[in-house]
């Protein structure tokens, strides 16, 4: 059998609108009212929210049997206002796990309670090289020494809090996206790319008029970054899932940004041999561009499901994605490969 065409162009246009979307997690309506557009189209899908808020969309197999579940998180790497200092600036409380590092010196966007959107941008306290000389090197980046400074006239607590901002306001990191001869350069790269790899796949096979060999559910997480994304919405008829989330690139590992990487292991142990194996087979089949790794610092959506007590087998496929919850990177031939390998999943 010959994998259904996927659109690779609308893929990455779909993509580029997503990483635009702010969805910190907590804060994850727009990103997954956006899917819901895309999977909407498809005719014979099923949708419907959980009670957390993410979507949950069934396509009907062609054959009986146990179901199938794809997996993969909308919601990104963020904060919160924690704090409104007495010099008007914000300190933060991150969402999910990464460096302030990673993001000194990046845009953000305070959403406050009644919408009104406020930039600014993350620095540290002592940010001015020519008043602070030696310090801004050498300042340690922590919770107390990162603040956000407001493009709005602001010296105060009180002049914050009349722009309408509160403790508890969610704060997005600006997704900074750009496309260059096939790279794919943005924040939140994990795991808006597999996001779109997984509604791509199911549109390539509904607009190429076939059905998934097993009924299929597509899970949008939004709770992935604070461990307990998928610990709900997987239907009791699911036998098998597949978390789509994107593979660590760097020293030591096999992954590279040019092809989709299958873990059999990470921080959370060894994933399902049986299913391992079946995907490695398919891999091959088809001739996927593909690696076999194991992530040293890395826990996924499955295994949130495995540890609320999920009993299915388990896998993990994605694209390499290089300078993870940083600066992120990927090139669009990880993408189609991550997508053909759900489709080759889903079809046999
Ligand atoms: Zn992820």
């Known amino acids: 059998m010959k994998l259904p065409e996927i659109n690779t162009a609308e893929m990455k246009a779909f993509l580029t609108e997503l990483l635009n979307t702010p969805s910190p997690t907590g804060f994850t309506e727009g990103a997954i009212a956006l899917c819901e557009d895309v999977l909407s189209t498809l005719p014979g899908i099923k949708l419907a929210r959980t009670h957390k808020g993410a979507l949950v969309g069934t396509l009907p197999g062609a054959e009986d049997g146990p179901w199938r579940a794809l997996t993969a998180h909308v919601d990104t790497l963020g904060a919160m206002v924690k704090e409104i200092k007495a010099n008007g600036r914000l300190k933060l409380s991150k ?9 000194e010196g990046e845009g953000v966007t305070v959403f406050t309670r009644n919408g009104d959107p406020v930039p600014g941008c993350l620095l540290i306290t002592k940010a001015s090289a020519h008043v602070h000389g030696q310090d801004v090197s050498k300042t340690e980046r922590n919770d107390d020494t990162m603040e956000v400074r407001l493009d709005a006239r602001t010296t105060s607590a009180d002049e914050t809090r009349a722009l309408g901002i509160g403790i508890g306001d969610f704060v997005a990191f600006d997704p900074r ?3 260059t001869d096939g790279f794919i350069r ?6 808006k790319a597999c996001v779109a790899c997984m509604l791509y796949a199911a549109k390539a096979i509904v607009d190429a008029g076939m059905t998934p060999k097993l009924t299929t559910v597509l899970h949008i997480s939004n709770y992935e970054e604070v461990g307990h994304g998928a610990a709900a919405g997987i239907p009791t008829q699911v ?3 597949v978390s789509v989330d994107m593979a660590a690139v760097g020293d030591g590992q096999a992954s590279d940004e040019f092809h989709a990487t299958l873990c059999v292991k990470d921080s959370g142990g060894p994933y399902h041999h049986g299913l391992n194996q079946r995907l490695r087979g398919l891999a091959e089949t088809y001739e996927i561009p593909h690696k076999v790794d194991i992530y040293p610092y890395y826990g996924s959506d499955g295994e949130a499901f495995w540890r609320a007590g999920g009993d299915v087998a388990l896998a993990l496929i994605g694209p390499g994605v290089d300078a993870s919850h940083n600066y992120e990177r990927t090139h669009t031939e990880a993408l189609i490969a991550t997508t053909n390998w759900c489709l080759a999943y889903l079809l046999n």
């Open 95 to 103: 969402l999910g796990g990464y460096a302030w590092n990673t993001v």
């Open 177 to 179: 996206v750009v496309l």
């Open 186 to 191: 943005a924040r939140h790269l994990d795991d």
């Open 239 to 241: 036998s098998e899932l």
